[in-house]
């Protein structure tokens, strides 16, 4: 019965999480600023990579859990570069 259970929770915030990543394709697409396009980014690389995890828990692969790894570091230096990039106008001095 547990592991019905679990398959069900992970299954149901899998759909969740896809949701999630539809909405903030909706609002990078309909963003009236720059901001809220790169917020919606930094959402939607968040939602990939805890989809990941919970697809890598599924499956029982560690792969799942390097790319999601992968995708975090990237997630977090490709928000920093944005944002330096809307404060100042360039990203390398």
Known sequence: MSQLFLDVAIMASQLLLLLAMGF?????????????RALALDAMYV??????????IRTGSPLYFEA????????????????KFLMRGEVIE
């Open 68 to 83: 999601a790894l992968i995708i975090a570091l990237l997630g977090f230096a490709s928000t920093m570069a944005i944002a």
């Open 24 to 36: 903030s394709i909706v609002r990078m697409v309909r963003g009236p600023r720059a901001q809220d």
């Open 47 to 56: 939602n990939a990579m805890i989809l990941l995890l919970t697809l890598g």
